[in-house]
């Protein structure tokens, strides 16, 4: 008996600053090797997907994304149902972004969690000072959800991962010999405007100077780490003591396509790669 190819996992949020386009490079950094995959910014997690870990920790201080995902693990099939029964229009997308989380039940946030991601402007997590989620709707197409098949793999692979909805240093206090940790944080950069998402606490510089602490003693426990992060002044200092290289990507946050700009990052890593 002939069988087709295998279905496979993608990631089914959208992410100002995910790494999609950007993933054959970074793959070159990995090896199934390592022990654990370690994700402290998970977002949408497009990297885990495409490398579906047999052991992983993706964690995030975002605990509706958290939530969202341990449902998407548990009940894929109902939570895909139902996030594609609700009409993807203007009138419905201000209703559904109007409810109080706080009413609904695990299933029902985590499916407007989804569908609010899949229809809001560029992909955009951002909310107000009270916590209510505040993104509009996008004007243009989103783009076609996954398939029912992609999604359920998605949910399988993430039963391989530990979920935490936890601080970035929290989670790297839990690494160990063997890890290989991905670290994609929002971009704190002095000198200009970047975009970066939104919470109770915004990204800073004295967060950076805990990410460098961290970077040293994920060394010294013989973890492997990579970390991308803007090509800015804040980056170069921050790779002082570490390989690093320049990787071109593009930002997608601007309103209008020709807006958007090819930038580069900088790749800060502990790992040392043959040309």
Known sequence: MVTGSPTIPKP??????SKRKQIPRLREFWSTDYDRYVEPFAGSACFFFSLRPEKALLADKN????????????????????????????ERYYLERARDPARLTPIQRA??????????????????????FNVPFA?????AFVTRDEFIEAGKSLQRATLR??????TLRY???????????????????VFREYGERAFCSHDLCR???????????????????????????????????????RRHVAGFTGDRKAAYELLITNIELSE
């Not at 089914?12 to 600053?17: E, T």
């Not at 909805?165 to 929290?170: E, K």
């Open 12 to 17: 089914f949020l959208r992410w100002a600053g």
């Open 63 to 90: 605990a509706d994304l958290i939530e969202t995902y341990e449902l998407v693990r548990d009940k894929p099939g109902r939570v895909y149902d139902r996030v594609i029964a609700i009409p993807r229009t203007k």
């Open 111 to 132: 499916v407007r969690f989804i569908y609010l991601n899949r229809n809001c402007f560029n992909g955009i997590y951002r909310t107000n000072l009270s916590g209510q």
């Open 139 to 143: 004007t243009s197409k989103a783009g």
């Open 165 to 170: 909805p936890w601080d970035f240093g929290t």
């Open 175 to 193: 690494v160990r010999e063997g890890d290989f940790v991905y670290l994609d944080p929002p971009y704190f950069v002095e000198s200009r405007r």
């Open 211 to 249: 990410l460098s602490e961290h970077l040293e003693k994920m060394h010294n426990r013989n973890a492997a780490f990579l970390v991308s992060y803007a090509d800015c002044r804040e980056a170069r200092s921050l790779a002082e003591n570490w390989f690093s290289c320049r990787m071109r990507v």
